[in-house]
């Protein structure tokens, strides 16, 4: 039995991966999470096969979340369902650790799949998205300047684009905010903006944010 924690802030879309798993008799969610910390407490103190985690979530990200969980339990696998096209954020969360990606648009079938896959230590990338990842780990890069930044400073940006301040980011992150600072820093430079405001509109330009 594949034992599922399934994380992601809206309790709607989780009743009906609820009802798209409950007929697959190798596969159950064992517990729910609305948000990161209450997803920390689940992996902290049970045993899962297997973490579905949103990365677009309020409070802390699924990027940040999945840098906590792979701290905390490193062998666990953790599939990253995104409401963001592949080639937005794909390379990033394999980069930090995520043994798959895939769309929340993805057929009903297809997710099933990604779980079993993944759970059985496998890696899952939907067609679209394989090639995107592939061809970047071979260094043929030519993705926008967003595809370029770091796992550490997507988290970051991230944060940046939800408003919140330098200090908020360095306690959520347990770095300096003079650390914090000089993320910034090299995030605008490496996107060609100037202030967060222009990074809201780059995001905006790019589908980084709803």
């Known amino acids: 039995?594949?034992?599922?924690?399934?994380?992601?802030?809206?309790?709607?879309?989780?009743?009906?991966?609820?009802?798209l798993l409950h007929d697959e008799a190798d596969i159950r969610t064992a517990a729910e999470a609305a948000n990161g910390a209450d997803a920390l407490e689940h992996v902290r103190?049970?045993?899962?096969?297997?973490?579905?985690?949103?990365?677009?979530?309020?409070?802390?990200?699924?990027?940040?979340?999945?840098?906590?969980?792979?701290?905390?339990?490193?062998?666990?696998?953790?599939?990253?369902l995104s409401m963001y096209a592949e080639e937005q954020y794909a390379l990033v969360a394999i980069q930090g650790g995520a043994r798959g990606y895939i769309a929340k648009d993805a057929e009903p079938a297809e997710l099933v799949r990604a779980i079993r896959r993944v759970a059985g230590g496998g890696q899952y990338l939907s067609a679209r998205a394989a090639p995107l990842v592939s061809g970047q780990l071979e260094g043929r890069d030519d993705r926008p300047a967003h595809q370029r930044l770091t796992v550490r400073?997507?988290?970051?940006?991230?944060?940046?684009?939800?408003?919140?301040?330098?200090?908020?980011?360095?306690?959520?992150?347990?770095?300096?905010?003079?650390?914090?600072?000089?993320?910034?820093t090299h995030i605008l430079d490496k996107l060609g903006v100037a202030s967060t405001a222009e990074l809201v509109l780059y995001a905006v330009r790019h589908g980084l944010v709803q």
């Open 153 to 184: 400073e997507h988290q970051i940006m991230l944060m940046m684009l939800k408003g919140l301040s330098l200090t908020v980011i360095g306690e959520e992150m347990l770095i300096s905010v003079k650390t914090v600072s000089t993320h910034r």
């Open 45 to 80: 103190h049970r045993r899962f096969d297997i973490v579905l985690l949103d990365i677009g979530m309020e409070g802390r990200n699924g990027l940040e979340v999945l840098a906590s969980i792979r701290a905390l339990q490193p062998a666990l696998p953790v599939l990253m």
């Open 1 to 19: 039995m594949i034992d599922i924690l399934m994380v992601d802030d809206h309790t709607i879309f989780r009743s009906g991966l609820q009802r």
